[in-house]
């Protein structure tokens, strides 16, 4: 018994410790407004973003969001319209599509990488074409879908989305519609132990009442 009490000790002491290291305006951001009825956890970006890109493809910093949430808890990936000039809503319109047809790990490295480094994707029929080779749709498929109502309405959902929090930039990302975390307040010495900070803020954020 002894020894499970000082486990258990060990546990709660452990989770103050981290609890401790993570402040408001510094590793996270409390909202001025919260905003009820969101996804626990909201992911803004835009292929057009190179650190979104670094995020994604390089640190990777979503796959140690997702090993640390509860399971039945995901991220919601969001992109936005005001980077990229005229392809920005294009862009926003075909992640709807790729939401839709459940097709977004299969196409998010082949835009990154068609938009910024190889630029072999400068129009919508490009952007096309990356789903139709990267997902395996076929072009009646896409086109099906990008008419539909229900990516219209995913459309509508991430503009909406976006000004409810206020976004003011990307890669951001939001916890129950209450926290953003701070990108700049994290720990930089080096990549690992800023992921790693990443994720576990995100975790104590879902944890915040």
């Known amino acids: 018994m002894k020894k499970l009490w000082l486990a258990l000790v060990g546990v709660v002491l452990a989770f103050s ?5 993570f402040t408001d305006g510094q ?12 996804p626990p956890v909201m992911e803004f970006f ?7 890109y ?8 979503g796959d140690a969001v997702k090993k640390a ?3 039945g808890v995901k991220v919601t990936k969001y992109h936005v319209d005001f980077l990229g000039g005229d392809l920005g809503p294009i862009m926003t319109h075909a992640w709807a599509v790729a939401m839709a047809l459940g097709v977004e ?3 998010t490295a082949p835009i990154f990488e068609g938009i910024q480094k190889t630029q072999t994707i400068t129009d919508p029929a490009s952007l096309k074409e990356a789903f139709v080779k990267s997902a395996g749709i076929k072009p009646e498929e896409y086109d099906a879908a990008w008419n539909s109502f229900a990516v219209k309405a995913l459309v509508a959902q991430q503009q909406k989305a976006a000004a409810d929090v206020e976004l003011r930039g ?5 916890v129950n519609g209450k926290y953003m975390v701070n ?3 994290l720990d930089t010495s080096s990549m690992d132990n800023f992921v790693q900070q990443y994720a576990n803020v995100v975790k104590f954020l879902l944890q915040k009442q």
């Open 46 to 52: 835009s292929f057009f973003c190179p650190h979104c």
């Open 27 to 38: 590793q996270y951001v409390t909202l001025d407004k919260p905003v009820a009825g969101k």
């Open 170 to 174: 990307v890669p951001a990302m939001f």
């Open 105 to 107: 790990e299969q196409v």
């Open 69 to 71: 949430l509860p399971e």
């Open 54 to 61: 670094q995020f994604e493809e390089i640190y990777h910093v």
């Open 183 to 185: 990108n700049g307040g």
């Open 17 to 21: 410790a981290s609890a401790a290291q």
